[in-house]
């Protein structure tokens, strides 16, 4: 069964705008992942957030964890063309033997 | 370094035949995670395996089984197909998983099968 859920499930926006993405979870975890997908292809590791942290930066990703919400964002800054792609969230939960996905945010970005 | 490697690429099969999924995993890595993901749809967690042992198993029938080799590669085995099972099916690999651990996977590119 899915434990994430991203929101929106669509986002189209224009290059050089900032995209957010949201997802939302059921249960305690230890860590949080962020996974871009192009499409029909395999998925690329773009940053983990652990339970105790509450942002973290890279590039021009920024996620925060609001473990008391069970939620996360993902906000990619000054959006490309190339960002187009379709984000999924994972949570790695305690006492538990795989990762959780969500079913996915596509981003459009137009040049 | 070589990532993790799927084969085929795609492939086609008929209602009620088998397939059969290969992935190797990066070098090291002793864990192997399957997963399919329908047209649209996000990951669904088939089955993880670790120094050669099913570790879980997701929420699919019995028709789906695998099996992980002494050097840690690992097949996916699906039997009688559906048309349902047309997917992309996704494999990962990760350093043996410790409890509360960090378990960055790292995924294949993964294998389409066309179910006709």
């Known amino acids: 069964s899915q434990q994430g859920e991203e929101d929106p499930q669509a986002l189209s926006i224009q290059e050089g705008e900032n995209a957010t993405m949201n997802c939302s979870y059921k249960?305690?975890?230890?860590?949080l992942q962020w996974y871009r997908q192009n499409s029909g292809r395999g998925l690329v590791h773009l940053i983990l957030i652990r339970s105790n942290e509450r942002e973290k930066h890279s590039g021009r990703l920024r996620v925060t964890l609001d473990t008391s919400k069970k939620s996360s964002s993902l906000l990619i800054t000054a959006s490309r063309a190339a960002d187009t792609a379709s984000y999924f969230c994972a949570t790695d939960i305690p006492l538990d033997n795989d990762m959780r996905f969500g079913a996915g945010t596509r981003l459009t970005v137009k040049p | 370094e070589a990532g993790v490697t799927q084969s085929p690429t795609h492939l086609i099969k008929t209602r009620g035949q088998q397939a059969t999924l290969r992935c190797s995993p990066i070098s090291g890595h002793t864990s192997v995670y399957w997963y399919q993901q329908a047209l649209g749809l996000g990951l669904q967690f088939l089955l993880w395996?670790?120094?050669?042992?099913?570790?879980n198993r997701g929420n699919f029938p019995p028709r789906f089984s695998g099996r992980q080799f002494p050097n840690y590669s690992s097949e996916l085995n699906v039997n009688a197909l559906e048309l349902e099972d047309s997917a992309l099916y996704l494999c990962a690999s990760s350093l043996a998983k410790k409890a509360s651990s960090y378990n960055e996977q790292f995924f294949g590119p993964g294998t389409r099968l066309t179910v006709l």
């Open positions: 249960t305690s975890i230890n860590n």
């Open positions: 395996y670790d120094e050669g042992e099913e570790r």
